[in-house]
């Protein structure tokens, strides 16, 4: 059932994007995970359900609607209107049938609730080897992802982007301080949202390396829609690399733009909301700087890292992501320059 | 009083015109804009509520297309997020609470006292009152909107987002106090039709012989009635907040933004059902017409009317799955979710079979009633998919949704909404709709929907999210979405094709005469359209096809005054005559009230004087309103009481 | 096309006013208090619903409401279904003294009743903006307040209809119907008493 369905999202998928090559890494039908995959397999089970169900009424419609009506099945006229004489014997056949008809539909509601029951109890069961924990945040109009160590400077924050082992569950503890988010990786699992007030939590496993797309799923407010994330999905060793590298206090600029560079960041409105470990930059309002470098997109997952990207972005968040709480910064095009230059080395 | 012309037993004399004229007389309004302002007529009244509830439909709609031209293209660049937050928010909330639920009960206050053959509404008065402050309130809305302080914060406006510290300003405010204004709309309704329903029935039309749009009227107002007052009481707890500092939704003071989602769906939810009953209920007593026999299971679908009912109010946490509600309790609202269904069916396969044993006529209104059918099984089947918890946190705050609950609310209720708006059109204006224009009204209303809708199923598994004002070229969403603004387009046209037809033939269609479907329900029995009365004489009911059933006479009623505004109460259950009770008059006091209440509503958001000013203007009105005239005085002196059964 | 019309039923002789469930202002009263006492019920659930998020109750920092005060209020309140009771008796007697008599002394009772209930919020001992503990006491509390407020609107307008304007003869079962929806904020006060005042103290 599974394969000839992953066959079948992808060709739909294809058919989707048309002239577009990109694969569509964010696509509940096209699972990569476990949890996923139980669920698309529950389409694909619905789905001719509910197609044979609808066919039936549709046919049974048409039929009814369209058949030739026998000679003995005359009107006559009743109380001055052209009514049909009345048919007591077959309108209790009739009976028979739409019993039949309720009967039936009973006994398939009844097979999809097993169906989906059984899914769901297997879903929420939780992870019987060990779980990498990460904890998201949920920010408008970014995702802070920590990774929680129990020594203290070997967690890592970063942010909207979720680095994690392929084939290990992992569990986010998930929790938002302004207004409800949901986090959504159609390839991997279904969404949960983030309540202010509450912790939730939600696990998964990822059994393919590759990048997975997601954003917000709960409206948030005016950038709701560019509130995205990407999931890399890497083999264990990328992984423990990654999450050392990430460990690291950021990069000493070397070449003198970056060094320039520095120095306009903590010299500027940066640092009231941004934090770079090792310098003077501390503030959580934004999302910490430490490894932007390393990063595949800015701007919550909006544009892609590149030089250009990041010094439009700076200068002008408000034209890329109308409503965003960054304001705009006004430097000078050398100051922009090494600024760009300083944050991009910080891989 | 004088005596009744006839007397049992007599054949009512041909020449009724000096009768006629005496009732006119007392049942006509007032000419002029005073009579305009201060009719009572149910009529009059419902004709103006189903007009303004359909402009707000094409508001929503013009919304909806700005949505969809915005949608088109990856960022697209015609609707920033500031601008398209208020238009799906207006969109969804024009639909919802100043179209949809409006809209069935106009219709409700239209039709039903016909259809019961009664003269007039339950509390004619009330009923005014509950347009104009309909009126008010939408109105409201739309300055707000149109003065750039239009709601943002969704149709469901979820808190915090909604709240004091997310949504400065006036625009939630606004939302808040146009649920206000709706719900109480919406309940006094409820309460008319339901007085109505039970009080006013002709004689002989016991409860199992009232039509099924009456028995789905009664049953959505009973769902009204418990429904609202769950979101009127939360956007009173949203407004407090915002407005007194109140803490309800404030984790931080110990209170709890699920609180808001489970009120707020507990009304949600039944509002689907408050939509979706009557328009079940019109498909019911239409297809009669169309099929030449009474409509198959009578029973079977009142008894699907009431228990959606009950089930409706039991599977509001179904919207709620993403929150992380225990698994136990999950799986609970995930039977009953499913376990709606049967009913549903039940409903469907007695319209199949009356079809099928029917001698069908392809008229517009059964072309809608068929369409209605096809779409609605499959708002129907992805409806038992999202009941499944996890299936819908895949699909949840998706655009699949937004297929489903389109398929469900555009193919369950707009479609048979528009096959009535054909049906009883001849009746409200005594002339036909084209018949040419309204296949093409159909056919396009019936592609357009699938291209629009039926794409979005799968945009909802490729990951696009509801309420996204664009997205990323690179999502690959782009075609699909374009696709569905074409939809879009061909849906516009359809709906241009109808207002071409409506607006021709109200002036040239075709004259109806009084039933020109040769129909079976009693306001068929009356010219078209009817006179203030309604009826000269009083309907005697013998079956459930009042017009079928009753041999080659049409038995009526006499005795009620010709000299006052006066109806025949019967009893609750099998509507034998009980009593006749006097209707008031025509009054300017339901629209001062309505004014005053309007005063109070909005300047509520502004200062808290609103509440001693608006209370007394609403305090002199309500005085004015009860307050008996010299021409009650003059009417109501000579009363026949009585003590029996008190 | 029109059918022949046959008279089988003829209405001259019934009654033109009719009390209780025969009439229709019964039916919007009871109507309306449904609707009305669907919000109360939902303002009870929010109040449990919100409990939870205490720790105690009440929370931390906040003293027990007072509840001598809105216990004699409550006696009061279940004392004015006497005058209630009369009403009715009178208005169904169509004894229209009697029935301004007890219309006179229901007005001052709902007089009485709308100080008591500003009493009612002293006892409460916290305010609205306090928690979300007191703003779900004083939406319980302003709710029937409003309701009350507006039913004492009602009787005094009816009185001073008895006492000054043109009594209908519909204006008896109309006293009758003030009577029931009295009996409804009655009996809607009791529970919202009960868990208010008495509630952090039981459970």
Known sequence: MRMPARSIARACAALACGACSLHNSQNALDASGPQSGRIAGLWWLMLPIASVVWVIVVAILMWGAARKRSPRETAETRAGSEVLARNDARDRRMTRIVAGGVIATVLTLFFVLVADFRVGQALTMPPSTKAVPIKIVGHQFWWEVQYPDSIPNRSVITANEVHIPVGTPVVMELRSFDVIHSIWVPSLTGKKDLMPGYTRSLWFRADTPGVYRGQCAEFCGLEHAKMQMLVIAQTQNDFDAWLSAQRDTAKTPSDSLAQHGKTVFEGTTCVMCHAISGTTAAATLGPDLTHVGSRQTIAAGTLRNTDANLYSWISDPQRIKPGVLMPATKLSPRDMQALVAYLRQLK | ?646 | MAKRERVTVDVTELPTIVFGHRGLLWWGTWGFAVAEGMTLVLSIATYFYLRPNFQSYPPLGYPQPDWIAPTIGMALFLATCIPAHYLKQSARRLDHAATNRWLVILSVSALVLCAVRTVDFYALRVLWMSSAYGSVLWVLLGFHGSLLVIEAAEVIGTTALYIKGPVLPRHFPDACDISNYWYFLVLSWLPIWFIVYLGPRLW
Not at chain 2, 437 to 457: A, E, S, V
């Open chain 2, 1 to 646: 009083m004088t005596a009744p012309p006839v007397a049992v037993g007599d054949s009512v004399p041909v020449d009724d015109r000096a009768e006629r004229e005496q009732m006119t007389r007392v049942w006509e309004r007032k000419p002029g804009l005073w009579g305009w302002l201060t009719t009572t007529n149910h009529k009059e009244i419902g004709k103006r509520y189903i007009t303004t509830a359909f402009i707000f439909f094409l508001l929503g709609g013009i919304e909806a297309a700005m949505m969809r031209a915005q949608l088109s293209r990856p960022e697209n660049s015609f609707l920033g997020p500031d601008k398209y937050n208020q238009i799906f928010t207006m969109h969804g909330s024009t639909m919802m609470f100043l179209f949809a639920v409006p809209i069935m009960e106009s219709l409700g206050l239209y039709f039903v006292p016909l259809m019961v053959g009664t003269r007039n509404v339950a509390f004619p008065r009330l009923n005014a009152f509950g347009y104009w402050l309909f009126l008010i309130g939408g109105s409201f809305l739309y300055v707000q909107f149109f003065l750039n302080t239009g709601p943002d914060v969704g149709w469901f406006a979820y808190v915090p987002l909604s709240g004091p510290a997310f949504s400065p300003g006036k625009r939630a405010d606004t939302w808040a106090q146009t649920i206000t204004f709706t719900e109480i709309v919406a309940i006094v309704g409820a309460i008319e039709l339901i007085v109505t329903i039970f009080k006013q029935r002709a004689v002989g039309m016991s409860l199992n012989r009232i039509p099924i749009f009456v028995w789905a009227m009664l049953v959505t107002a009973f769902m009204i009635m418990f429904a609202m007052p769950a979101v009127a009481t939360a956007s009173m707890y949203l407004a407090l907040d915002r407005l007194v500092g109140t803490h309800f939704f404030n984790p931080s003071e110990g209170g709890d933004v699920l609180l808001w989602q489970h009120m707020f769906w507990f009304f949600g939810h039944p509002e689907v059902y408050i939509i979706f009953l009557p328009a079940t209920g019109l498909v019911s007593t239409m297809l009669p017409a169309f099929t030449r026999r009474p409509v198959f299971g009578y029973p079977a679908m009142v008894l699907a009317l009431v228990s959606v009912a009950f089930m409706a109010f039991g599977l509001w946490v179904h919207h709620m799955f993403a929150t992380g509600i225990p698994q136990l309790a999950a799986s609970f609202f995930t039977a009953t979710s499913t376990m709606i269904a049967i009913p549903s069916g039940v409903q469907i396969f007695c319209w199949l079979a009356t079809i099928w044993s029917g001698r069908p006529r392809f008229a517009t209104p059964l072309l809608f009633i068929m369409g209605f059918i096809v779409l609605f099984v499959i708002g129907g089947v992805t409806g038992v998919m999202i009941a499944s918890v996890p299936f819908d946190l895949q699909v949840h705050d998706t655009f699949f949704i937004v297929a489903h609950f389109h398929y469900v609310l555009m193919g369950g209720a707009v479609f048979p909404l528009f096959g009535a708006f054909y049906y009883w059109f001849p009746k409200v204006t005594g002339r036909m709709l084209s018949e040419r224009l309204g296949k093409w009204n159909f056919w396009l209303f019936f592609i357009g929907m699938n291209l629009t809708f039926f794409p979005m199923h799968w945009l909802g598994f490729y990951g696009m999210p509801r309420r996204v004002y664009t997205y990323l070229a690179s999502t690959g969403w782009g075609p699909l979405n374009l696709l569905a603004s074409i939809g879009a387009l061909v849906i516009a046209s359809s709906v241009i094709i109808f207002l071409v037809n409506v607006l021709v033939s109200v002036r040239d269609g075709a004259i109806a005469g009084d039933n020109p479907w040769d129909a079976d329900t009693l306001e068929w029995a009356t010219s078209s359209p009817p006179p203030p009365y309604n009826f000269l004489h009083l309907p005697v009911v013998q079956g459930r096809s009042a017009l079928w059933d009753e041999g080659d006479e049409h038995q009526v009623a006499v005795g009620t005054s010709t000299e006052r505004r006066e109806v025949l109460l019967t009893t609750t259950l099998d509507a034998q005559p009980d009593s006749r009770e006097s209707h008031p008059h025509d009054s300017i006091w339901p629209f001062a009230m309505a004014l005053a209440i309007g005063v109070l509503f909005i300047t509520a958001i502004f200062t808290a004087l609103a509440l001693p000013i608006g209370g007394a203007l609403a305090l002199v009105a309500f005085a004015g309103w009860a307050w008996p005239s010299s021409e009650d005085v003059k009417t109501e002196s000579d009363e026949k009481i009585s003590l029996e059964g008190a």
